[in-house]
């Protein structure tokens, strides 16, 4: 079944203590990406990765860090959380990574990491 | 970038009323415009889309019409049943450098009873 999977889907922690939401699509996309959503505020992009090791900024990059080793994984870090990182992440991708995307990929999202940080 | 207002919540209906959730977007040329869905406890899912401009999406009784002259893409099902209730977001390319990412609409909360 062609998926986005992350892990964990539920996750309390408290301020300082470093963590890592896995994200893996098995549909061979090349561009895959972080939101993050919280109430009032939508939906807003953290990071994004064109390709392997090809990673950039998106709206609300500060206090994450990312990688893109392998195609199919796209890994979000928080080396030091904070509670205003308490929040709804989802993970998601799509099959280019065409800089001249203005036709418009479908997104596929994965189920979301709801984080809590004390 | 481009940007899309959508109609705010929440809504409630019975069942079998029609729905309609409005959205406007204002963008550069004519990108895709696409309506997901989050259930509750998931993530979001694409419901329909629209490629170009008079194309009709449509998905499990939802439509949507993307109207050039108006920039709209307003939602609509004719008669909805319980297990439509759910979060709607109309999206769209965000544009300019934003490589791949989606602008979103702040969602509208729909909540369907017997």
């Known amino acids: 079944e062609a998926q986005v999977t992350q892990n964990p889907r539920y996750l309390i922690t408290v301020t300082g203590k470093k963590l890592t939401v896995t994200c893996s699509q098995n549909?061979?996309?090349?561009?895959m990406s972080w939101y993050r959503q919280d109430p009032g505020l939508g939906l807003r992009q953290i990071y994004y990765s064109m390709n392997v090791e090809v990673t950039d900024k998106g709206d609300v990059p500060e206090g994450y860090k990312v990688s893109r080793k392998e195609k199919r994984n796209f890994p979000l870090i928080l080396e030091s959380p904070s509670p205003n990182q308490t929040s709804l992440y989802f993970c998601a991708s799509s099959l280019s990574n065409n800089a001249a995307w203005q036709g418009g990929e479908t997104q596929y999202f994965g189920p979301g990491t709801r984080l809590l940080v004390l | 970038g481009n940007s899309v207002t959508q109609m705010e919540g929440p809504v409630t209906l019975s069942e079998e009323a029609f729905l309609t959730i409005n959205c406007t977007y204002t963008?550069?040329?004519?990108?895709?415009l696409f309506w997901y869905v989050q259930y509750p406890g998931e993530g979001l899912q694409l419901l329909l889309k629209?490629?170009?401009?008079?194309d009709k999406g449509s998905n499990k009784g939802f439509e949507a019409t993307y109207r050039k002259e108006t920039t709209s893409f307003h939602l609509e099902k004719g008669s909805v049943q319980v297990s439509d209730s759910a979060v709607y977001f109309c999206a769209l390319p965000a544009g300019g450098t934003s490589y791949g990412k989606l602008t979103f609409g702040q969602g509208t909360i729909l909540t369907v009873h017997p």
């Open positions: 629209a490629t170009k401009a008079d």
């Open positions: 963008a550069t040329g004519y990108p895709s």
């Open positions: 549909m061979n996309h090349e561009y």
